[in-house]
């Protein structure tokens, strides 16, 4: 994940970062190494509170695309995350730190998305991102489960199609997805969305448990 996400940074970065006056040349790298460290973190930190639907949601595409990315709760911390660092290691104001935030997370947030959510595209999947977050191998390649056995490419490439919706994210996996959310799981008596099984999904990701 780590090396298409510092990619993404750096094709986001020329005119924020490299052609930006306030940014001596020796220090580009060092301020693209502290903005994938925000993303990272803040994904990280995401994934440990259990906001699993809501990185789905968010790689996905359905919690926003383009600018109202900025207005995501996750991106909005991220780039909190960002502004702060930037500012606190390369002593710039808050102003100058913000605007090369708002102007490089959103197109590598958009990249990322974009990466993920098409099965085409075997350079990163959600399980190489969700297996990183959530301490397995991290490895990119479509169909690969993460280290938890836990197949998110289903869940995440039903969702970029319109099969599930985030109400049917909350429902699979109940706590684990929710980090001890309430919300019941998927009955079998429950309706399904046209072109996807979730008893069966449900039964394939748990192992019929």
């Known amino acids: 994940m780590l090396d298409q996400l510092l990619g993404l940074i750096q094709e986001n970065s020329q005119q924020a970062i490299v052609q930006n006056p306030a940014i001596p040349n020796s220090q580009n790298n060092d301020v693209m190494q502290t903005l994938m460290s925000s993303i990272t973190g803040g994904l990280q930190e995401q994934a440990q509170t259990g906001n699993i639907q809501g990185i789905m949601g968010l790689l996905s595409g359905k919690e926003g695309t383009g600018s109202s990315l900025m207005n995501n709760p996750i991106v909005a911390s991220i780039a909190g995350k960002a502004i702060n660092a930037i ?34 595209d075997g ?85 019929g448990k």
């Open 87 to 120: 500012m606190e290691k390369f002593g710039m104001s808050s102003g100058a730190a913000g605007g090369i935030v708002s102007s490089v997370l959103p197109g590598v947030l958009g990249g990322l998305i974009s990466k993920v959510s098409n099965p085409g």
């Open 123 to 207: 350079s990163i999947d959600f399980n190489g991102v969700l297996g990183s977050l959530l301490g397995g191998s991290g490895g990119a390649g479509n169909g690969a489960a993460t280290s938890a056995g836990f197949d998110f490419n289903q869940i995440g490439y039903a969702l970029s199609d319109g099969k599930l919706d985030m109400n049917d994210v909350m429902n699979i996996g109940g706590s684990f997805f929710g980090g001890g959310n309430t919300t019941k799981p998927v009955t079998p008596n429950q309706p399904q969305k046209e072109g996807l099984d979730l008893g069966g999904l449900l039964g394939g990701l748990f192992g």
